[in-house]
């Protein structure tokens, strides 16, 4: 039992890093697109619609690292409290 939390926890953490290299990916590519000042002034509302979602996203996922470690730290705990009890 206290193996599957560990699991979860692992693969929570395992999302939330991929999907933090995803958003972060789309942020960097979002200036990227056009060049010369004339695209740059006209893509200048678009910038920010295409970074809005990656920066959200990116903040989500670093929640979501947060709470999957603070689940496998409590997986751990209760680990060593069984072995303690045990010993």
């Known amino acids: 039992m206290v193996s599957n939390i560990l699991n979860t926890g692992l693969q929570g953490i395992r999302q ?11 942020i960097a590519r979002a200036g990227q697109s056009g060049s010369g000042d004339d695209a740059a002034a ?3 509302n678009d910038l920010y619609t295409d970074l809005a979602e990656p920066l959200v996203d990116l903040k989500l996922y670093e929640t979501s690292v947060k709470a999957s470690a603070k ?6 705990e209760v680990i060593g409290t069984l072995l303690d009890i045990k010993a």
Do not use: H, L, P
Request: proline share 0%; no cysteine; charged share 20%.
């Open 42 to 44: 006209s893509q200048g």
């Open 71 to 76: 689940v496998v730290k409590v997986a751990d």
């Open 16 to 26: 939330g890093v991929q999907g933090a290299e995803k958003a972060a990916s789309q």
